[in-house]
């Protein structure tokens, strides 16, 4: 366990992907730190303004009076800090496939289209599912997408699509991704559920989905 003096904080928030996916990063390394919870959907504390002045979001990253925004930033500063237990891949190529793919989830796997889509519900669903089948084949034959052990894109879909927006689907009543048309992704939940460092950061399912429920008529109202 590295020692205390390393002086980091995170403020985060305990239903937002983004700042989970840290949380999974630092206790991997081993790295003791404070944490500063944020209730977003509330109002936005002045810490947090202050932090974080452009963006106004979590997570928000501070080491020795470093600031960082931006979970992607985040993890890649940790892995470089820290570097036992590595995150990202030391191959460039597999290293900037990990980052595309990171990419590819947090701007497009999000379910505010199936919000939108009223009566074309059905479709959106379909189209969701386009995309996921992409990340079926990459994870194919693999422990983790890292291969034997978790790593940086683990992390980054971890925690946004089964322990987040699978949740949210749920809030809808879609089951999004079905064992028996999604095989290698639900044999991949399985794996992550099985460390303690994702079942640390893994919120409580029921206050989630009812969090996400809120979610949905926030963007269905605005």
């Given amino acids: ?50 932090l974080n002045p452009i963006y106004k979001k979590v997570p928000v990253f501070v080491h020795k009076g470093n600031i960082l925004p931006e979970s992607h930033l985040i993890l890649e500063y940790i892995d470089q800090t820290w570097t036992n237990n590595p995150i990202l891949p030391r191959d460039p190529y597999d290293k900037a496939m990990a980052r595309f793919w990171a990419k590819f989830v947090d701007e497009q796997a999000r379910f505010r289209s199936l919000v939108k889509a009223g009566n074309r519900t059905e479709a959106a669903i379909e189209e969701t599912r386009e995309l996921i089948t992409f990340l079926e084949k990459e994870i194919m034959g693999k422990k983790f997408f890292a291969r034997e052990t978790i790593g940086f894109l683990d ?68």
């Fill in 1 to 50: 366990m590295a020692a205390k003096e390393e002086d980091v904080k995170l403020i985060g928030s305990w239903a937002s992907p983004f700042s989970r996916r840290v949380e999974m990063a630092l206790k991997l390394k081993g790295v003791p730190y404070d944490y500063v919870d944020e209730d977003y959907l509330v109002a936005k504390s002045p810490l947090l303004l202050q």
């Fill in 155 to 222: 992390m980054v879909v971890g925690s946004m699509i089964p322990f987040c927006l699978v949740r949210g689907w749920e809030s809808m009543g879609i089951d999004m991704i079905p064992e028996k048309k999604f095989p290698e992704l639900n044999k991949w939940i399985k794996n992550l559920k099985e460390l303690e460092i994702v079942r640390e950061c893994i919120p409580h399912r029921e206050k989630h989905i009812e969090h996400m429920k809120k979610i949905v008529e926030r963007m269905k109202s605005a």
